[in-house]
């Protein structure tokens, strides 16, 4: 009497999904590694936009490529498809990850160079390289007032760590740049500092020490995208801003909301101040006009009001958050 039951180890092989062959797996590989490479040619690509459009469409192109290769072999279900198509895209993601650090190391960055970068609207809005800045306008002392107030949030209370700057007012003045530079730290699952300012012309270095792959993706509240570049571990980037913007928000186009993003501030003159635990501020030094008093928040609340500077006076305000 024969027993027509299969033995265990072959009802395991016919329930397990029959993956790729080794073969047609190097194939569609090989075949992702081209899109990545030939989309926008690498040797010629530029712009970090140019490389994400390559990272984007050769992980898009992934599941296409498992099942066909997977039909042309007569294994296609969704098992087999699930799993071929996560293997190619952890070999993708090895294969690729190292040749960008190598030719990012030994070519160079995308967007670095000596021209500055530009918006969409054309306009030099920064550089990758420290460039001349402009001489300071001298102030006469008794023409120069001083702010004072607090800041609340919509229930009254005072808010503490909220940045209070002067947005508008006195764009017919250059202001010397602090020495120190702003530094960003990315550290993995965030950026750090959450929320910084910076002054026209003053140096900013980013760099990171999380050992993965990641981008600075810049981007102002109107979601026009001033830069975007990658962030190499261990490796600091400079760059420096030549006219004003705020809020700019930091992002990485290969993590999304994975991380935390950062904010800051530019501005062309040096009257902000952080609120303290009772929320006050001060700010001192103002040349006496009308100005235009902007707060910002790490949860991204703001107001902006007007405020005459009157010339060796203090002004008292408070600030509502909206």
């Known amino acids: ?4 039951n299969p033995i265990p180890s072959e009802r395991a092989d016919a329930a397990a999904p029959r993956a790729l062959s080794a073969l047609s797996f190097t194939l ?10 030939l989309l926008n040619p690498v040797w010629k690509s530029s712009t970090m936009s140019e490389w994400d459009q390559n990272i984007w469409w050769s992980y898009a192109a992934i599941p296409l490529v498992a099942a066909i290769f997977l039909a042309f072999e007569k294994k296609l279900g969704l098992p087999a498809l699930f799993l071929d198509s996560m293997k190619l895209t952890f070999a993708k993601f090895a294969i690729t990850f190292i040749a960008s650090n190598l030719f990012w190391s ?10 500055p970068a530009t918006t969409a609207r054309g306009s030099s809005e920064l550089s990758f390289t420290p460039h001349d ?8 002392p008794p023409s120069l007032g001083s702010l ?10 005072p808010v503490e760590g909220a940045l209070v700057y002067t947005r508008a007012g006195l764009e017919e003045f250059s202001f010397s740049p602090p020495s120190e530079p702003v530094r960003f730290t990315h550290h993995g699952d965030h950026v750090a500092p959450p929320l910084a300012v910076i002054q026209v012309h003053q140096l900013v270095t980013v760099h990171s020490e999380s050992p993965e792959l990641h981008t600075a993706v810049l981007s102002t509240a109107e979601r ?18 030549a006219h004003p913007h705020g809020p700019i928000s930091i992002t990485c186009s290969i993590h999304g909301t994975k991380e935390s993003p950062a904010n800051l501030i530019i501005t062309s003159n040096p009257f902000y101040s952080w609120t303290d635990r009772s929320g006050r501020f001060e700010i001192e030094g103002i040349p ?9 928040t790490t949860s991204e609340i703001s107001t902006v009001q007007q405020i005459e500077i009157r010339a060796q006076a203090n002004q008292d305000v408070v600030l509502q958050l909206r």
Do not use: C
């Not at 009497?1 to 027509?4: F, S």
């Not at 800045?133 to 006469?140: F, I, K, Q, Y």
């Not at 962030?231 to 400079?238: E, G």
């Open 224 to 241: 026009n995208q001033l830069l975007n570049f990658p962030v190499l571990p261990q490796k600091k980037r400079d760059l420096m801003f």
């Open 28 to 37: 569609a590989l090989s075949v992702l590694l081209a899109i990545f490479v």
């Open 133 to 140: 800045v402009p001489a300071s306008t001298p102030l006469d």
């Open 288 to 296: 006496s006009r009308k100005v235009e008093l902007a707060t910002w």
């Open 106 to 115: 030994y070519g160079g960055v995308p967007g670095t160079g000596s021209e």
């Open 1 to 4: 009497m024969t027993d027509d």
């Open 148 to 157: 004072s107030g607090v800041v609340r949030d919509r229930e009254g209370q």
